[in-house]
């Protein structure tokens, strides 16, 4: 399965690199691909160690202005124009979503996905990696939305909060072989 990953390019405490590591050696002994932003810096390089060294595949999508950043030696690169096509190349190649810790880029590639689900668009499983309570408040958030009338679709059938990684794998795992 290939699986994209949107997630910081930040240097993180061991809190948020832990799991995100944990999540990496799960993808990667499972024999599944990381689609990611093809950053070697952060937690992003974090999860791509952490995929390689278990075995797992890498494509990376970057953009023209991170070029620079680019991890090498990777299975597949490719060099988007803009972020646009750089979101829509990730979601391209990927089978499945998993939203990790991040800033408001990341945010953005989570609810674009979540928008074109709503909307009926794609229908590959997103989940939201809750580590260290990261998105408690956008769980909230999220559940009011529902509450109040805001999403004409069930909040489950858009998103699974997972607060663990191996919950996360073993959900998209499950929904990818019945699905």
Same mark, same amino acid.
């Given at each position: 399965?290939?699986?994209?990953?949107?997630?910081? $390019?930040?240097?993180?405490?061991?809190?948020?690199?832990? /799991?995100?590591?944990e999540?990496?050696?799960l993808?990667?002994k499972? =024999?599944?691909?990381?689609?990611?932003?093809g950053?070697?810096?952060?937690?992003m390089?974090?999860?791509?160690?952490?995929?390689?060294? $278990?075995?797992?595949?890498?494509? =990376?999508?970057?953009?023209?202005?991170? $070029?620079?950043?680019?991890? /090498?030696?990777?299975? &597949?690169?490719?060099?988007? !124009?803009?972020?646009?096509e750089? #979101?829509?190349?990730?979601?391209?190649? *990927?089978d499945?979503?998993?939203?990790?810790?991040?800033?408001?880029?990341?945010?953005?590639?989570a609810?674009?996905?979540? &928008?074109? !689900?709503?909307?009926?668009?794609?229908? #590959? %499983?997103?989940?939201l @990696?809750?580590?260290?309570?990261?998105?408690d =408040? @956008? !769980?909230?958030?999220?559940?009011?939305?529902?509450?109040? =009338?805001f999403? %004409?679709? %069930?909040?489950?059938?858009?998103?699974?909060?997972?607060?663990? /990684?191996?919950? *996360?794998? $073993?959900?998209?795992?499950?929904?990818?072989?019945?699905?």
């Amino acid at each position: 399965m290939n699986i994209c990953v949107f997630l910081s $390019a930040a240097d993180l405490d061991d809190r948020y690199t832990r /799991p995100a590591r944990e999540f990496a050696e799960l993808l990667g002994k499972g =024999g599944h691909t990381l689609v990611w932003g093809g950053s070697d810096v952060g937690l992003m390089k974090v999860v791509a160690d952490g995929v390689h060294e $278990a075995g797992g595949r890498l494509v =990376g999508v970057s953009v023209e202005f991170l $070029a620079a950043k680019v991890r /090498p030696g990777v299975d &597949e690169m490719v060099i988007a !124009k803009d972020l646009a096509e750089r #979101k829509k190349l990730l979601l391209e190649k *990927a089978d499945a979503v998993v939203v990790m810790v991040g800033g408001t880029g990341t945010l953005d590639e989570a609810t674009e996905i979540l &928008e074109l !689900k709503k909307h009926g668009h794609t229908d #590959k %499983p997103v989940v939201l @990696l809750n580590t260290a309570g990261f998105y408690d =408040g @956008l !769980k909230q958030q999220f559940r009011r939305m529902e509450d109040e =009338g805001f999403l %004409p679709v %069930p909040l489950t059938d858009l998103v699974f909060f997972a607060e663990e /990684p191996v919950g *996360a794998l $073993a959900y998209l795992e499950d929904v990818y072989i019945s699905g």
